[in-house]
C-alpha cells in the first residue's frame, strides 16, 4: 500500500473524497481518471459514457438532434447506470450493457450534440449527483467542478493545445483510421468550440481548480502531476479538524 492510499484510509468515512476532473476532449480525462480510481481505491465515475449512452437511445430511436422537446421526452423513459469493471464501467442503458456500442464516432459526436440543451443537461447533472452523493468517486466530464459537484475536494482541469489533443484521439483510432488527422482535429475543434460556447454549463475550470496542461507531458508525466495534486489535497486538514 503506498503512503497515500495509507492516508486516505486512515482518513475514514468522514472523508469520503470527491475528486472532480474537467477538461475538453481528448485531454486525457478518462486514462486519469481510471488510474487515480485504481490508485486511491475510488470509484470512476464516467459522466462522458452517460451522455453517450443517451446519444445512442436517441440516435436508435432516429430523433433530431437538435430539437430539445423530443430529447427531453425520451430522457424521461430512461434509465443509466455505471458499474464498475476491472479497467473500466460498465454502461447499462435501460438495462442494456452497451458499453462496446458508444466508443465510435457517430454516437461521440452525437453525445457533444444533444449535451447542449439545458433540459439534458440538468436531468444528466441529476443522475451524476446521485452517483457521487456519499462521495469517494473520481467523476469526470466538462462540468463536474463548476455544475454536478462544486464543493469537490479536489478539482483538475485537464487540457492539452488541440492540435496534441487531436493527435491523441488519431492514434486511439487503430492502425487504419478511416478519416486523416487533419479531420480528427477540425472535428475536436468544433466540439470545443460548442462545449465552451454553449449557454448551460460552459467548459471552463472552477476558480478553485488546479489547472493541469499536458501538451508537452507524457501520459506516465501527466498521470504523476495529477496523483501529486490529490495527494497534497490529502495532506491538507479536513475543515473543521
Known amino acids: 500500500m503506498s503512503a497515500d492510499e495509507s492516508l486516505l484510509r486512515s482518513l475514514g468515512p468522514a472523508r ?17 481518471a481510471r488510474h487515480l480510481a485504481r490508485h486511491y481505491g475510488l470509484l470512476n ?24 422537446k423530443s430529447l427531453e421526452g425520451l430522457a424521461a423513459a430512461t434509465t443509466i447506470r455505471l458499474e464498475p469493471g476491472e479497467e473500466s464501467n460498465r454502461v447499462l442503458l435501460d438495462g442494456e450493457d452497451v458499453t462496446g456500442l ?19 443537461r440538468a436531468w444528466m447533472v441529476r443522475l451524476q449527483q446521485q452517483l ?28 492539452a493545445a488541440p492540435e496534441v489533443r487531436g493527435l491523441r484521439r488519431f492514434d486511439q483510432l487503430g492502425p487504419a483510421p478511416a478519416v486523416p488527422p487533419e479531420e480528427v482535429i477540425r ?17 471552463k475550470p472552477a476558480p478553485d481548480a488546479v489547472v493541469l496542461d499536458s501538451t508537452h ?24 479538524q
Not at 451522455?51 to 430523433?63: D, E
Not at 458508444?102 to 439534458?120: C, E, G, L
Open 16 to 32: 469520503k473524497m470527491i475528486v472532480a476532473i474537467d477538461g475538453p476532449a481528448g485531454a486525457g480525462k478518462s486514462t486519469i
Open 187 to 203: 472535428d475536436l475543434r468544433a466540439r470545443d468550440e460548442r462545449d465552451r460556447n454553449r449557454a448551460d454549463s460552459p467548459l
Open 217 to 240: 507531458m507524457t501520459l506516465e508525466e501527466a498521470i504523476q502531476a495529477a496523483e501529486a495534486i490529490v495527494a497534497a489535497k490529502l495532506e491538507q486538514p479536513s475543515q473543521g
Open 45 to 68: 465515475l464516467e459522466t462522458g459514457a452517460m451522455y453517450r449512452a443517451f446519444a445512442l437511445k436517441a440516435l436508435r430511436a432516429a430523433l433530431p438532434l437538435d430539437e430539445s
Open 102 to 120: 458508444i466508443r465510435n464516432q457517430m454516437v461521440t459526436d452525437a453525445a457533444s450534440r444533444v449535451s447542449v440543451f439545458p433540459a439534458i
Open 132 to 159: 457521487g452523493a456519499e462521495g469517494g468517486v473520481v467523476m469526470e466530464g466538462r462540468d463536474i467542478g463548476t455544475v454536478v459537484f462544486p464543493h469537490a475536494e479536489v478539482k483538475i482541469f485537464l487540457d
